[in-house]
């Protein structure tokens, strides 16, 4: 094959991102060389208008272009980064633990996304949350238990094909017992063989069961598995154990190898070459780097490995055209699926239910809540992680406050301690907290806050490992509809 032939393969096998509201130039010539699909994140995405031209334009350049994003909803929103998802994350629903409401919100999702154009999502997270410190995983996942996760993971699965897009399970064999983020470093997952069976596993056979259209591995060091490679660049971890013994046949996709778990150790090229002859089919790439140099590195890297026999051309023959079938599917889905509704601009009623149902209160909230007045709300706020991003906001001041005028917020991050942060003596106080478990600093300020005002309410936005105060609600993730979930329950409206 000419090395102009095994460029196109390359291309087909990439999946990167750009930066700008339109495709720039060397995207829209490079789908007309082989380029196989485009990433899109939240710096691509102005409005629901805006975002389904875009995907037009790359559809003009190739009818069956695979078009990405990572939606989960919950707290990692793409398509809602600027004012925080209006549905419910998986955690949440989890809550509730009712697959088919989990179906219907994945479902309702994927009309959305079908509409705009999106043919493929990098959802659902089928980690099991089985470490609570854990710093990149948390609401992401449906919960800690490995039969819960499961059958939500393909009710899931189910409600987004339904709509036309595909699913992609994530991150392959399981990232959520670690304390560590495989965007910065590479975790190392301790369980052995017998308790990955009964745990990590198990929602990916069931998402495999489901139907699921890809995997996406993860950036993790499973010893059990493979004690030399991370899994993404494991023939052990996706050939043996996920080709041959979970029986997947669809495309394996790679977490960003720009990540630092895998791009420290065998450079950002090499983890791409090496995660292709381990048995992935697509590369994922564009969320730190996100130009056509970029791009070209994967591409003429993979090209020098098939020529120096490093990389089989066989193998990478076989990854596009497990792309292609992909592309394949979401050609016939999308022609298949009945026309969506418009977008609303309020986001969607039926997330906003489903938040409602996973709020949880605790302890004795007579006389405390509904809240007696406009209170005077204090949010904690830890530092981001990059899954999340910086640019979704949070917090439940905003609907609070349209809901009872004359609410007064403070924010408060680590570097802002000590402060006084109750304040408004005689007014109802508001505790926000995100994951207060995790963060020594952030549960040191609340009980202070709590010894001045024991009528506190605290709302936990994040998981609810630490239950504390006289009236403790949880949303069990830190969305727009949780946020206005809780805000109706303080204000006596739900």
């Known amino acids: 094959m000419t090395e102009r032939n095994l460029a196109g393969l390359a291309a ?24 196989g699909a485009v990433v899109l994140f939240a710096r691509n995405v102005v409005d629901p208008d805006q975002l389904a031209a875009l995907t037009a334009t790359l559809r003009a350049e190739r009818p069956d272009v695979l078009v990405a994003i990572d939606e989960e909803a919950g707290d990692v929103t793409r398509i809602e980064s600027a004012r925080g998802s209006s549905r419910p994350g998986n955690f949440a629903l989890g809550a509730v633990d009712d697959p088919a409401l989990t179906e219907e919100v994945a479902r309702d999702l994927g009309v959305e996304l079908a509409s705009l154009g999106v043919t493929l999502n990098y959802a659902p997270d089928a980690d099991v949350n089985n470490n609570p410190a854990n710093p990149v995983i948390g609401v992401r996942a449906f919960g800690a238990d490995p039969g819960l996760v499961a059958r939500h993971t393909a009710a899931w699965v189910r409600g987004l094909q339904s709509a036309g897009v595909a699913a992609c399970a994530k991150h392959f064999p399981g990232h959520g017992d670690t ?6 470093d590479l975790p190392r997952i301790t369980a052995d063989r017998s308790r990955l069976d009964a745990g990590e596993l198990v929602p990916f056979r069931a998402a495999v069961a489901a139907g699921v259209q890809a995997v996406m591995t993860g950036h993790l060091l499973v010893p059990a598995l493979d004690p ?6 494991s023939r052990r971890i996706l050939g043996d154990l996920l080709r041959d013994e979970l029986g997947f046949s669809g495309v394996v996709v790679t977490d960003a190898v720009e990540m630092r778990a895998v791009a420290d150790r065998y450079g950002f090229a090499g983890a791409a070459v090496r995660a292709l ?9 564009g969320g730190e780097r996100a130009d056509e140099e970029a791009a070209r590195q994967l591409r003429d890297a993979i090209v020098a490995a098939v020529v120096a026999g490093e990389l089989p051309e066989e193998r990478l023959a076989e990854a596009a055209k497990r792309v292609g079938q992909l592309a394949a599917w979401t050609v016939a889905a999308r022609a ?36 007696t007045g406009a209170p005077h709300v204090v ?9 999340i991003g910086a640019e979704t906001p949070w917090g439940i001041a905003a609907p609070l406050t349209e809901l009872l005028p004359g609410t007064t917020t403070v924010r408060l991050a680590e570097a802002d301690l000590p402060a006084g942060p109750t304040a408004a003596a005689g007014r109802p106080v508001v505790l926000v907290v995100r994951d207060l478990h995790r963060h020594d600093w952030m549960r040191a300020a609340v009980a202070r806050a709590l010894a001045e005002r024991p009528d506190a309410v605290v709302v936990e936005l994040g998981v609810p490992e630490l239950v504390t105060g006289r009236v ?23």
Do not use: K, M, Y
């Open 12 to 35: 087909a096998v990439l999946q990167p991102g750009f930066v700008g509201a339109t495709p720039p130039e060397w995207v829209c010539r490079w789908l007309g060389e082989g380029l």
């Open 179 to 184: 304390r560590v983020d495989s965007h910065h």
């Open 228 to 233: 030399d490679l991370p899994a993404t660049l």
């Open 277 to 285: 002859a381990a048995g992935a089919d697509a590369i994922c790439v």
């Open 336 to 371: 298949a699926r009945p026309a969506g509704a418009a977008v609303s601009p309020d986001g969607s009623p039926v997330g906003l239910a489903a938040a409602r149902r996973a709020l949880r209160v605790s302890g004795d909230a007579a006389g405390v809540l509904p809240l």
């Open 379 to 387: 949010e904690f706020a830890p530092p981001r992680n990059i899954a």
């Open 472 to 494: 403790h609600v949880a949303t069990h993730g830190a969305t727009r509809a949780g946020a206005r979930a809780a805000a109706e329950l303080l204000a006596g409206a739900a």
